[in-house]
Each structure stands twice: as structure tokens, then as C-alpha cells.
């Protein structure tokens, strides 16, 4: 999942951003104004990052899958429908559509698992968790 690094300094917050594989060290602050803007900044690149990971994800499913693809492609068309809601929308939705994400995994076996459990299952428990954290709070 993408890492953001927070660093407030002199009434400015200092804000990177580190996606898997990317070396923090040569990634640049942004300078932004406060904490609320550090936070909305996260929160749509947060966003961004799980929309363009389930998207690319599903559209290699749907090549693995030729004989789910009427099935995968309408779980595309259920991430392209929320891809501009709220992070907390998003979440919630994928959280709710996880059975069915999942139902289309590759076995461990496959060459593909790899960047499943990496990318697309750390996509998806972060949901889980960001859903579970905030019902209460949005």
C-alpha cells in the first residue's frame, strides 16, 4: 500500500509519498499549509492508488480468466462507477466486494500470486481495516 510520510515544521507540513518498491530517499516533499491538507492529499492518493491497482489487476484477471470475463468485467465497471467517490467510500465499497474479489485471485501456485498477495490483498485489507476504523467516524 502506498506510505505517506508526514513532516511538520514551522507551521508547514512536508508530505511524500512512497509506493511498494520505491526508494523513500529519493522521493520529494510536497509543502502544503496544514494538517487538514496533508490529510486530503492522502486521502486522494490513497484513492487513486487502489482504483489503478484493482483496475489494472482486474483487467489482467479478465486475460487470465477468459472465462470470467463477463464476470470480472463488470467488477471493473463497479470500480470505474466509485473511482471518484471519497477514500472512505471506496473503501467501503471494495470492503464489500471483497468475497468477490478474492473469488477471482490466482491459486498460489501461479506466477501472478505474488503480486496478488503483495499489491492486491494488502489493497484489500487496508479496506477492511480503514473501513472498520472510521464507520463511526465520517
Given at each position: 500500500?502506498?506510505?505517506a ?41 490513497s ?26 468485467n ?16 471506496v ?43 472510521n464507520?463511526?467516524?465520517?
Open positions: 500500500m502506498i506510505i510520510e508526514l513532516v511538520p515544521k514551522n507551521g508547514f507540513v512536508f508530505l511524500r509519498f512512497v509506493e511498494p518498491g520505491e526508494n523513500v530517499e529519493t522521493k520529494p516533499y510536497i509543502t502544503l499549509n496544514s494538517m487538514d491538507d496533508a490529510k486530503g492529499r492522502i486521502n486522494f492518493r484513492r487513486n492508488y487502489i482504483v489503478e491497482k484493482l483496475t489494472s489487476w482486474l483487467n489482467q484477471r479478465s486475460h487470465a480468466l477468459p472465462g470470467a470475463e463477463f464476470q470480472i463488470l467488477y471493473a465497471s463497479w470500480v470505474a462507477e466509485v473511482k471518484l467517490r471519497s477514500l472512505s467510500y473503501c467501503d465499497f471494495v470492503n464489500r466486494k471483497r468475497d468477490k474479489f478474492e473469488s477471482i485471485a490466482p491459486n498460489e501456485s501461479s506466477k501472478c500470486y505474488s503480486y496478488y498477495k503483495k499489491n492486491i490483498l494488502t489493497i484489500l485489507d487496508f479496506c477492511t481495516d480503514y473501513t472498520n476504523n464507520q463511526n467516524h465520517d
